[in-house]
């Protein structure tokens, strides 16, 4: 990975030295950056699953304390609004560089106390408390890291590879899965089941804080983006980039929000929920749905690349249309498939997740494309993270109702009424607006 350059450009009708940065300083820092984060998100989602709902609540009633963990879950999502907006705007008035490095401190710091606090049986009611704090710290810093670093590759990108560039830091949600479930599957396998509920679980969270250093190293290496760099020389930023926002730009931001829904819904019915169904309902043991669920995320970080080729060679608006009419039809089949065996388990994973690649690769730079670059960290931010609220805050606990209530099939009807729901918006929005 080579240094940045410089180049001279004018300015004013002088030269100056503008420092520049290599395609692979570029990609790179926006993939470690969304891995460490979703690493960090990913170890609470299996948590919140597996090892909250037995520490941080009551145990009298096990279906109860699983909801309200899983309502902890959920607080992320709707912290992370907030955190686009907070991030957004110092992202569009200060930089995008400056800006990550804040997202990525807020979000480690949030998941290493998680592995520092005392339970139920130590102080009681206080317990959900701070976690229910720490796990907004957590949507907080996600909410500023992910419009970050799609615009830190897209802002870098050549021309005809914005899609490309986009899909990178899009990858570091397979890869923070991949590295969660290994960890918590490699603790399973060395440690006993009494050991790692009492302190094993801790491990992941704690020891994050390595990852976070790697992250800002990478990241304070880097300079600011070219397109944004423009934006400040010409003086085009605006005062409150969320007022502009919403005084110029609510079409793009009310599409883009449930153009994102169905991938929302998707990913966390494969993940969240379908851990806790399968674990627990349906008696898979917490190994073999990991060893599930990490052969699923493999095929969704290798369809992420193939979406960016196909999205910069037929427009990502395409690609999305019909990925979104696959996720409708794979509802009728996914109930089917999880409860045929472990076969069909796997077979439900691959195909879920696979699809889940699909749609992930070109949503970022989707979402991005509708808003110049004065506003683009907020109006990008904001959106994909009303989409989190919507789409995925309550997905696991809508679903568990569900199939409690009434069958695993109706989940899958929740699916196709995302994915329909997406595909209206997909429809409604023009060419330009997700593929320009």
């Not at 918590?184 to 679980?201: I, K, N, Q, T, Y």
């Not at 390595?210 to 290496?221: A, F, H, M, S, T």
Request: net charge neutral; hydrophobic share 55%.
């Amino acid at each position: 990975m080579t240094d940045a350059t410089t180049s001279l450009s004018p300015q004013d009708g002088a030269l100056h030295r503008q420092a520049v940065n290599s395609p692979a300083r570029v990609l790179f820092a926006s993939l470690v950056g969304t891995t460490i984060e979703f690493f960090d998100f990913y170890v609470y989602a299996t948590a919140a699953v597996i090892i909250f709902p037995h520490l941080f609540f009551p145990a009298a009633d096990p279906t109860s304390a699983m909801l309200q963990s899983l309502a902890t879950f959920s607080i992320a999502f709707f912290a992370r609004p907030l955190g686009a907006v907070i991030f957004g705007h110092f992202g569009d008035r200060i930089g995008r560089k400056a800006t990550l490095v804040a997202a990525l401190m807020t979000m480690g710091i949030s998941t290493v106390v998680i592995g520092l606090l005392p339970t139920y049986a130590t102080i009681g009611v206080v317990a959900p408390l701070l976690l229910a704090l720490c796990r907004f710290g957590q949507g907080l810093g996600l909410g500023g890291e992910w419009g970050g670093a799609v615009l830190l590759a897209t802002e870098n990108a050549p021309e005809g590879k914005r899609s490309w560039y986009a899909m990178f830091p899009q990858l570091g949600a397979p890869i923070g899965f991949i590295l969660s479930a290994g960890t918590f599957l490699v603790l399973g396998e060395v440690m006993s089941d009494e050991a790692f509920l009492a302190w094993g679980w801790r491990i992941p969270f704690v020891a994050s804080v390595l990852l976070v250093i790697v992250g800002l190293y990478v990241r304070l290496k880097i300079t600011e983006t070219p397109e944004f760099q423009k934006a400040i020389d010409k003086r085009e930023r605006v005062e409150v980039p969320v007022a502009a926002i919403f005084r110029s730009h609510k079409r793009s931001l009310a599409l883009g929000t449930f153009v994102a829904l169905a991938t929302f819904v998707l990913f966390y019915l494969m993940t969240v929920f379908s851990l806790s169904w399968g674990t627990t309902k349906l008696a898979y043991s917490r190994e073999q749905f990991l060893l599930v669920q990490m052969t699923g995320v493999v095929f969704f970080g290798l369809m992420i690349p193939v979406s960016g080729i196909l999205s910069d060679r037929f427009g990502r608006r395409l690609v999305l249309v019909l990925t979104t009419i696959g996720i409708g039809i794979f509802g009728l089949v996914m109930a089917p498939l999880l409860t045929s065996g472990l076969g069909g388990a796997f077979v439900f994973s691959i195909l879920g997740l696979g699809l889940m690649g699909l749609t992930y690769g070109p949503i970022g730079a989707a979402l991005a494309a509708p808003f110049p670059t004065a506003v683009r960290y907020t109006g990008a931010s904001m959106t994909f993270n009303l989409a989190g609220i919507f789409g995925a805050s309550l997905a696991p606990y809508i679903a568990t109702w569900l199939a409690t209530n009434y069958s695993l099939g109706h989940v899958g009807y929740y699916l196709m009424g995302a994915a329909l729901i997406t595909l209206v918006c997909l429809l409604l929005s023009n060419e330009e607006e997700v593929s320009g």
